[in-house]
RNA sequence: GCCCGGAUGGUGGAACUGGUAGACACGCAGGACUUAAAAUCCUGUGACCAUUGCGGUCGUGCGGGUUCAAGUCCCGCUCCGGGUACCA
């Protein structure tokens, strides 16, 4: 017992990994008398450059919660897997030939290991690879009910296609209220009427997923479209290759279906405020109102968004995107050279160099006009980049009074500007504000902007001209990528028309092609393989879903990993429900998370999962920058590496390091000098048990203890971490000096240590004789009466100048408190023979006397 | 441009709902142990003045304000980080 040894953690640490491993200590049941509790790390995708001390930074404080909550006797969910579809796998194999299967299973290996030296408690039985048939079996099956789904604005949810098939065979489009791409109005007749194509065709504008020739951004260098979240600033995320705007035939998900209702759950959800706002903005709801404007000696009708009905008579000229399709309809002969110029322009601009130019105003005159409908003025229809054509209806009448870029457009161009609100000066620039009241308008004049608004809209309305609207900058997600490593769409074409394989010949396997390249007729890779057809001889998709597909709905496979015919049980997924804690980078703000609700909301719909939210808390944990900080990347040869260091001085302390850095979700530098300070605390904790004694412990160490149980379990809970070590450290410096070696503190401290550094933690509880894993122990509950203490040592100020100290019973009154400070003699000193203006007597806390 | 964060010693960071600013570490300096080094332990460490002792003045990005009391609340700036970008 009394035989000293130093704090071994290389053997330490490798015998709690493999007796973890061989009793699978931390798997989780489906079914328990214990609440549950779900703690869900974002999966990685598993690069080949292995794992940085970035990584595990998440994975820590998760797993410091999951350990925390198992010790406080809940059924704790917390698995890992792998985002395994990719690019950089797929890119890796185009250079070397190699199967990107084979890569990546390399890979994954690599990561586990790195995972697993760092004694993370995850159920490892549930792991999950998104790119295992088992897995994609379900992405498929998810897709292939989002391609048999339309979504009924009725009742507000999806619904099967078979149920809008069977309206319109009874009435036509007359009793259906749908999320679709176009406005389509037909009875039931002429529905009947239709061929199966035509039939199959209309339904497109009303399936969730569905097919369309779309604006999509290109990328050449990729060879691939990608979403608009996986483009930063005319350049892909993924290379920084550049893209540019190509119309194309692609798999869209109609997520704006559902917009109204991501923007609502977003205030039932835990979410920091800077996410939320960020989600909010990329859903951008406005409210306004369309309206439909006459042509000129034409029977064409532009129709135009705008938010602010209400200036419609400062409306002096139009403006089309370039894109517009109207655009060559309406542009007349002598325009004609000059508009085709600028269209052409335009297309070969990519998103890059029409951003490096926003301040340039730019345009071309159609030669057409458009008929103010009040005042029945012509007014002159012009192109202009400024306008886009996936915003609104790409079209906009220009307010130039009202709009600061309307307003530059027309002094460019020298449109005429007509102020329509009180108190603007149009020599000086537009007048965006809302409030003034209305003037130079006819009907509207004398209104206050809001009144202005309803009286034109009931106006438009009354006219058919048009009416409310509320408008969305969230786009429909475009879905398929031409690229190899993703899941096959399960989807065959007759007719050239898509139709949905069978759900028993799910998982559509992906199949081996000679390249990972084009064919030479620019068919996606799946082109490349034999046999690409369905039992029929029809021909299959060949495209392959984003990397995001598999990453929407992975919380749920967790819950029942192995489950062939369902993507969870519903046992498992109603004992399981949301995710409770989510741990993750912020980087995912409007892609991933946007995509894992929407997924979540339409499984909801089917009536798969019982909520409306996956994940109901989230956290984000900051970046760990390199030393001089930078970000961590190969080419600055900055990467600290995990492995070295837990090498050097075992797991435990890059646990406890990494949560000593600073809060949790913010950016810091990494400096590793400063791991020495938490491996010399690990080795005074070591000591502390070198002569563990059954002894009653005395108050001192009590008191330590206990101050330390509230902390660190009050911190867990906010998950300021950092704050905890320093208790820690604190508790054992403070046993040290006491030279305590009572068992019963030291096994509460063991216990309460054990969720951050958990090898040392079971070595040390070993030690203390128990023959169970620690983490099937029980968190201490403090006791309030060794927190409180008999005196207070008051600090004394004057006019808020702290003086000096007083030793006080807690017993004393104000009053009591008043007079004994004011009779010390530092008092005296400092009133002078002055009396006191006023004595401030907060007790426990502090005194101030006023002079 | 707009929307969110943030700014505290040489460094990372503490400070609960306004109540002892700088906890806990790193680094640095000095000391003990050692033939020596490592490891360990002890002491000091915001700046300035005073140092014989007591002590004093200033101090949380800048300028104002509220309060007995402000790192914390209010008003006006500066700088840094993140998001977003012609969204009608």
């Known amino acids: 017992m009394s035989k000293r040894m130093g704090y071994d953690f290389i053997e330490i640490e490798k015998k709690w990994r493999k007796y973890w491993s061989v009793n699978n200590t931390f798997r989780a049941e489906n079914k328990s008398t214990k609440p549950k509790f779900y703690v869900l790390d974002m999966f990685p995708y598993p690069s080949g450059q292995g794992l940085h001390v970035g990584h595990p930074l998440g994975y820590i404080a998760s797993d410091i919660y999951s350990r925390y909550k198992r010790l406080k006797g809940f059924n704790v969910l917390h698995p890992m897997g792998y985002d395994a579809f990719g690019l950089p796998a797929e890119q890796y194999a185009i250079e070397t030939g190699q199967h990107p299967a084979i890569t990546t299973d390399g890979n994954i290996e690599r990561y586990r290991k790195q995972l697993e030296l760092l004694g993370f408690s995850f159920d490892w039985e549930r792991e999950v690879r998104t790119c295992e ?49 176009e406005a389509i109005e037909f009875t039931a007749d002429e529905w009947l009427a239709k061929s199966e194509h035509e039939k199959q065709e209309t339904l497109l504008h009303y399936r969730l997923a569905y097919l369309s020739e779309a604006f999509v951004n290109w990328c050449p260098e990729l060879g691939t479209v990608l979403a608009n979240e996986e483009v930063k600033d005319g350049l892909s995320e993924r290379g920084g290759f550049p893209v540019e705007r190509r119309m194309m035939k692609q798999w869209l998900l109609r997520i704006t279906a559902y917009a109204d209702r991501l923007l609502a759950g977003l205030n039932e959800i835990e979410w920091s405020d800077a996410l939320r706002e960020m989600q909010k903005n990329w859903i951008g709801k406005s409210k306004g109102a369309s309206m439909r404007f006459s042509v000129e000696g034409s029977e064409e009708k532009i129709e135009v968004f705008t938010t602010r009905p209400d200036t419609i008579f400062g409306a002096t000229f139009m403006v089309l995107a370039p894109e517009h399709e109207m655009v060559e309809k309406i542009c007349s002969e002598d325009r004609k050279e000059a508009v085709d110029g600028y269209v052409e322009q335009t297309k070969k601009r990519s998103e890059r160099e029409r951003m490096a130019e926003v301040k340039q105003v730019s345009g071309e005159f159609t030669g057409a006009f458009a008929i103010h409908p009040f005042s029945s003025e012509k007014i002159p229809i012009w192109i202009s980049d400024y306008v886009l054509v996936g915003y609104g209806t790409g079209a906009i009448m220009a307010v130039p009074s009202g ?41 509207l004049n004398g209104l206050k902007i809001p009144e202005a608004i309803n009286t034109i809209i009931d106006r438009l309305e009354k006219d058919q001209i048009g009416e409310a609207r509320t408008n969305y900058k969230l786009r429909d997600s475009v879905f398929s990528r031409q690229r190899y490593w993703g899941e096959p769409f399960p989807i065959y074409y007759k007719d050239g028309m898509p139709y949905a394989l069978g759900e028993n010949q799910l998982p559509l396997k992906l199949p081996d092609v000679d390249k990972y390249l084009p064919t030479e007729t620019g068919d996606a890779p799946l082109g490349r393989a034999k046999n690409w057809i369905t039992e029929d001889g029809l021909p299959l998709d060949l495209n392959t879903m984003p990397g995001w597909a598999g990453s929407s709905w992975y919380y749920l496979r967790y819950m029942d990993p192995g489950n062939p015919d369902a993507l969870a049980s519903k046992e ?16 995912h703000a409007t892609g991933h998370l946007l995509y894992v609700r929407f997924w979540t909301k339409f499984l909801y719909d089917l009536g798969i999962v019982p909520f409306n939210e996956p994940m109901k808390k989230l956290v984000n944990q900051g970046m760990i920058l390199g030393p001089g900080g930078e970000k961590m990347s190969k080419s600055k040869g900055n990467v600290i590496n995990p492995d070295d260091l837990v090498l050097k ?99 509460d401290l063991a216990i309460i240590i054990s969720p951050f550094a958990p090898h040392i933690a079971e070595e040390l509880w070993e030690k203390l004789g128990h023959t169970e894993s620690i983490s099937f122990s029980t968190y201490p509950d403090y006791d309030e009466k060794y927190l409180q203490r008999a005196t207070y040592e008051y600090p004394v100020s004057f006019n808020g100048k702290v003086r000096f100290k007083i030793e006080l019973s807690v017993e004393l009154s104000a009053a009591e408190i008043e007079r004994e400070v004011l009779e010390h003699e530092t008092s005296k000193k400092w009133l002078d023979g002055n009396a006191p203006k006023r004595v401030i007597v907060v007790p426990q806390r502090i005194v101030n006397i006023v002079v």
């Not at 009910?145 to 979504?151: A, H, R």
């Not at 102020?419 to 409030?435: L, T």
């Not at 001085?649 to 938490?678: C, N, Q």
């Not at 809970?717 to 950092?722: G, L, T, V, W």
């Open 649 to 747: 001085y075992g797991a435990d302390t890059l646990r406890m390091y990494e949560m000593f850095l600073g809060p949790l979700e913010d950016s810091k530098p990494w400096d590793t000098h400063g791991i020495e300070g938490v491996f010399k605390f690990l080795n005074k904790l070591w000591k502390l048990y070198d002569d563990v004694e059954d002894s009653e412990p005395d108050q001192e160490a009590l008191t330590a203890l206990h101050k330390t149980i509230k902390k660190v379990e009050g911190d867990i809970e906010n998950m300021s971490f950092n704050t905890s070590i320093s208790a820690f450290m604190i508790c054992v410096n403070e046993l040290s000096q006491a030279k305590c070696n009572s068992k019963s503190i030291l096994t």
């Open 403 to 443: 709009d600061q870029r309307d307003w530059e457009f027309a002094t460019h161009f020298d449109i005429p500007i007509v102020a329509v609100i009180s108190n603007s000066d149009p020599s000086k620039g537009a007048n965006e504000d809302k409030d003034g009241v209305m003037i130079n308008s006819d009907f």
């Open 133 to 181: 048939p088992g897995y994609y079996k379900w992405t498929q099956w998810i897709f292939m009910q989002l391609f048999k789904s339309w979504y009924n604005k009725k009742t507000d949810k999806a619904e099967p296609i078979e149920a809008l098939v069977k309206s319109f065979s009874k009435s036509g489009t007359s009793e259906v209220e749908a999320h679709s791409s």
């Open 572 to 587: 498992a997924i109603d004992y399981w429900q949301n995710v409770d804690l989510y741990i993750g980078g912020a980087e």
